[in-house]
């Protein structure tokens, strides 16, 4: 992640996840206890406009600045310092190997040379982070080293949004990072013991982008683009019925349409759905030769169409289930959570973000 100026915060000061997506913003706030039990503080939505934002990029800065104010207005939280995120398309990564027992500063320059020789860009054009694996050096003495870089004015993009709607963003995450990082914490994923863990897999499935990340761990072992959205959805509904965008739109989140849409639209949009994954995650083996995947968890906003999970465990032939990230947290009796756990997966990556506070 990259913090914004680059310095170390306070695990005790307030931080929201903030999620922006094509479709809608979504905030996460949280709160720990001393007995690391995880407190709700508040979760919500405000939807964004059509064209607001395009192919990952704003479009329409002013139409975002100005959802974020209505969300911070509705949400009734405090605080205004955020972690963002950026799409995982805006991320290079890469794993090197250096030396074990560097100094922090050695380290640091040791990595910027490395990241310099296969990045496109020149040092003033990059925002750098890395992250040493836990794991014990190899026989060689060497360490893992996991770089994330992200072009300069892409990160500046997504904090000026902040400022114009008067929030401090204090971390810029990976989009995928914070979705695994959400993940990671809830039983279903932290059944197995570590050493014994088979590679499973996360569908993240926003309404205007997917990815496919296969993982081992902790560890993202591949990670693929995939062609599924709600907004073809949106748009067969617009086409079928004639509905206006907002009306296609208000349908599929009330669940209110005509009687002849599952049959006509859904069932199809699923299928073809089910059959994507099942090819990317073909590929998705044969590249990394991982096999006796054990699950598949399901988020976004996609992935809670009604019948999206069975169809990607019949299709697949691996158990499915749609991820809850508020699962085995505490709410306050005043949080202000309007509809959150209706949609809880949809929260995943800000979820995943709020939870940078405690790091």
């Given at each position: ?71 911070w ?202 059959r994507?994954?099942?090819q990317?995650l ?19 906003e ?13 299709s ?7 991820v ?36």
């Amino acid at each position: 992640m990259f913090y914004v100026p680059r310095f170390f915060h306070s695990q005790h000061e307030s931080l929201a996840g903030l999620d922006i997506e094509a479709s809608e913003i979504r905030m996460v706030e949280l709160s720990r206890s001393h007995n690391g039990i995880v407190h709700l503080e508040c979760a919500a939505a405000e939807p964004l406009p059509q064209g607001a934002i395009v192919d990952q990029r704003i479009s329409n800065p002013e139409q975002v600045v100005l959802a974020l104010k209505r969300l911070w207005k509705t949400s009734r939280t405090r605080t205004t310092r955020v972690a963002m995120g950026l799409p995982a398309n805006a991320i290079i990564s890469r794993k090197i190997r250096l030396p074990a027992g560097l100094t922090e500063e050695h380290m640091e320059l040791q990595v910027e040379n490395e990241a310099h020789r296969f990045l496109p860009f020149g040092p003033e054009e990059i925002c750098l982070d890395f992250e040493v694996s836990a794991a014990a050096p190899d026989a060689n003495g060497e360490c893992e080293i996991k770089l994330a870089a992200a072009r300069r004015e892409q990160v500046a993009e997504r904090t000026a949004l902040a400022r114009a709607a008067n929030l401090d963003a204090v971390i810029v995450d990976c989009d995928s990072y914070a979705a695994l990082n959400a993940l990671m914490r809830l039983p279903a994923a932290m059944r197995q013991p570590k050493a014994e863990r088979h590679p499973t897999v996360l569908l993240q499935l926003g309404s205007h982008s997917a990815q496919i990340l296969l993982l081992q761990g902790e560890s993202i072992l591949h990670e693929r683009e995939l062609e599924i959205s709600s907004a073809h959805l949106t748009r067969q509904l617009m086409e079928r019925y004639g509905y206006l965008h907002h009306e296609a739109r208000l349908g599929q989140t009330t669940n209110v349409l005509p009687d002849d849409y599952e049959n006509a639209l859904l069932q199809p949009f699923i299928a073809l759905a089910a059959r994507e994954v099942r090819q990317a995650l073909q590929l998705c083996e044969n590249a990394t030769g991982s096999q006796s995947i054990q699950r598949i968890f399901l988020a976004g906003e996609t992935a809670t169409l009604p019948g999206m999970a069975t169809a990607m465990s019949d299709s697949c032939g691996i158990p499915a289930a749609l991820v809850d990230p508020f699962e085995g947290m505490l709410t306050r009796s005043s949080t202000v959570i309007p509809a959150a756990h209706e949609q809880a997966s949809a929260y995943l990556v800000a979820c995943g973000l709020a939870l940078r506070r405690f790091d």
